[in-house]
Structure formats: structure tokens, C-alpha cells
């Protein structure tokens, strides 16, 4: 029988329940069980596809296609398992398939209501995860306690309870034991109040995750087991770590495996030493290369979530910290004249949409190519980079993409252009090219050589192309387009002969990169980062070493 784990927030959004299901589901899968995940979002968008990266952060796309909540990269990257469009669930998308079963007749005259069909939704959408070769199944229901639109959530893994039995239940509840300054003191209050509001909706947690800053100490665990009436074992505390990845190990510290394996009758110790290895090298990293982000929605970093992780996973790797230059792209050509870009050790363009910093990122490109700074462009990156080397190259001065010439009337020269099967689509949702695709690398290139082989798949999310009636302009004039779609049609890779690190792809590999096994575009990027870096610093030392010597 499966076993269901339900994670819960109270106190404040933000306090990383995400990564409080994720290390759990690392620890769980550490002790030999078949883990999977899932996130339950209480707003109304049928999936995040649509929200703009202000609002929700970054867009993580599963191999099968579906646009999800980040969360979903963190359950990823920590259980090592590729998950899918049914990992992720919204309040929008179940009323969607309540309201089309209500138009077909399926529920036969019946008054259609929250309670039964639209909690059996839910529990339906929570069941469909548990297949046979799942020992566990990890559900977050996004948001807090007390927030309207979670109500038909508890209920429903309220029922689960009596759906599945009691020994194949457990719930965690997340919450902030915040420190008052004035009184010097940590407050146990707000997790009391939070607790409460999960009785009322009938659901007594198993276990509470105390997010802190700083370290609580036993007697509030014993005043939070008293009052929460939950045994203290399983009042653990999450105090803020240095790295994410420490997280599933103070976790563990803290008995939170022990104490939900205890309840649900779950056997054995999790084998961490590989994790525990990992976490040494994080700590123990002494290099450091600076690369900029050219993006955006700087102002917003998770709108960049699984890219920065990427970055540092191949830190990791190399035993390289990465420090993060956050540059917004308007301000590009400002700050090119100031030099800012010059003591850059590499930059990436990441994927976006829109028009707007589009200039701005070429004018990155341009710079990064005549300077010799590695430079990773990832989607909307190759796009910037292709019409960079248009105009800059090609001598093609109005090269542009359609996407930012609706009516056709800005550029005669599309280099980047719709493919013809997706105009005229009216229909916001999941019109885009969207999930793994198989690219083919050409034989010897950068890109071949990184991936250690020439078929590989990434994910995608885009609209747009490569415009192949451009192609053999830009091959005979230095640009490599080293990989393809097997049928040849579609321009999946590029990269610059002769430069460090010029590479673009029109997937986001991001989105496979793991701890443990970067993306290798990125690890390429580190490595020409580092050595551009380190080959640097010999000759400013030998500066420095003839001023101080005469
Ligand atoms: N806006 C571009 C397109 O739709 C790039 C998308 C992206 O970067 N994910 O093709």
C-alpha cells in the first residue's frame, strides 16, 4: 500500500516548505523507498504557464510537457526523479475537469459542490500518484493554513485518512518561530495559532518543522509538544542553513525521517553518506568565478530558480563558488560604457519573453563575443545571440525576431521566426513547443564534446526558431549550428569556433541539471568561466609582483 505524506504551511508563506518536502523525500529515498512528488496550488490560473515570473518565479517544465511550480525543480533535483504534469495540480485546473464532467453528464443531474466532487477531484488527482512502483508519495498543499482557497485541500487530505487508513497517513506541518527583538525572545505562539487552524479543519499534524533563524532550543521543542500535542521527537527544527543542501541532513539531525517512518511503520536507516559528501564539497569550495545574469526579472531571482542552480552545480562539481552579478537587461549599454562587464568571468542570457531588454542583451552578446567572455544563452538567449551576430556579422543591420514584430512591419530580416503550424493560435495555454526533445550534435563540436555524445534531449518552452533560410549565411560566416531535430529542420544548438565559450541552445537544460550531475552546457561555462579567471590572475599577480618588487 502506498503511503501518503501531506505537507502543510502555516505563520507565513515563503518559509520553504518546498524544500522541507523535498529533503524529506531525498531522506526517504535514501532509506531505499520508491519516492514521488507532488504540489497541490490553491489559485485559480489552470497552471502557472500563463503567470507572468514577477508573480510566480519561474516556470518549471517536466519532460511530459507541463508548465509547473518551481517547487517541482526542487523535488527534481533532490529525490534525483523526473516527475510530470501530474506532479502539479491547481485549484483552476481540478474545477476545470469538474465542470467539463458536469457538461458531458457525468455526475447525472446531480447538484454539483465543493463537497463531494470537487474534494474527490482532489483526492483523485492525489491517487493517480499512487501506482504500484510508488512506496511514497510526498503531497505540499501550496499556501497557508487560513487562506480561503486552501479549504477544499485539507478537506480533501483530510479524508484521505479514512481513504487510505491511518498507518498509511502522516501530516507535517511547516511553520516560523520568529524572534522579537525587543523581548530578546523566540515565539511560540504563532505555530499554536497555526496548529490550530488545522484542527479546526480536523487534521492534528504528526510532525512540526519549526523554521527559525536561529537555532531553538529543547524546552521550546517540550513547550510546542505540549501545547501543539505532538510528541517532541517529532518537533524538529529548521533553522536557516547556508545551503539548501544541507537541509536533508539537519532534517535527518533533527529525526524528521525517523519520526514519520516511525508512523508509518516504514523500516531502516538512510544511507547518506553521498549526500553527506556532496554537502562537504559545498562547504569546502575555495575558487570562485563571477558571472553575470543578463535577465529580466532580476529584480525576482526564482524567476531564474533552476538556472542559478544549474550555475551551481557545476560549481560544485569543480569546486567553484559561483558569485551571481544580477545585470537587468535595460541597463546593459549604461553599464557597458562604466566597464561593469569587463571583470566578468562569464555571463548567461537566460530564457524570457517580450520585447523588452531585448537590445540590451545583444548589445551583452556582442560585447562577450568581441572580448572573448564566455557566454551561455539559454532559448530566448540563442534568439539574442543569432540576431546579435545578424546584425554585427552578417552585416544584416534590422535583423530582428518576429516575436517582437507582431505586424510584420519592423524587420524584413526574421532570423528568428515562427514556425508555420503555430500562427494564428489564439489560445494562451500550452501552444508552445513544449517538453523533451531529441537534438542531434554535430560530430567534434563544443557542445558534443560537453555532452560526451551526439543524441541527447532537452527540455523546451518556446515559440520561436532559428529561421532556416538564414542558415547557410551564418555557417559561411563562422557560426556553428551544432545541433539539430533529427529531421534537420530545426536549429537546436550554436556555438562560435575560435571563442572560449559561445554557446547557445534553444532548450533550457536547466531544468535536468542535478546536484550531483550538472547540465553540461553549464559545467561548460564554469570550466571557460575558471579559465578565463584563473589564466588572468597569473598575469595580475606578475603586474602586482613587478610594481612591488621596483
Ligand atoms: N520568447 C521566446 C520564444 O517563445 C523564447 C522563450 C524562452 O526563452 N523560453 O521562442
Redesign the pocket.
Known sequence: MTKHIFVTGGVASALGKGLTASSLGRLLKNRGLRVTQQKLDPYINVDPGTMNPFEHGEVFVTEDGGETDLDLGHYERFIDENLSRDSNATTGSIYQAVLNAERRGDYLGKTVQVIPHVTDEIKSRIMRLAHEDVDVVITEIGGTVGDIEILPFLEAIRQMRLTVGRDNVCYVHVTLVPFIGPSGEQKTKPTQHSVTELRSRGIQPDAIVCRSEQPISDDLKNKISRLCDVPVEAVVNAADASSIYQIPLVMHDEGLDRAVCDLLHLEGEPQLDIWRALVKRIESMTRTVRIGMVGKYVSLPDAYLSVVESLNHAGFEQGIKVELDWIQAEDVEGLLAEGRLRDLDGIVI?????ERGIEGKIAAASYVRENNIPCLG????L?VMVIEFARNVLGIPRANSS?FDEEGTVTPDPV?HLMDEQRNVTDKGGT?RLGAYVAELAEGSQVAELYGKTVVSERH?????FNPAYRTRFETNGLRCSGQSPDGMLVEFIELPGHPFWVGTQA?PEFKSRPNRPAPLFRGLIEAAAHRKEGRNPHLLSVEDQTTTS
Open positions: 537566460p530564457g524570457g519573453f517580450g539559454i532559448c530566448l538567449g534568439q516575436e528568428i508552445m518552452r518556446h515559440r520561436f526558431e533550457h
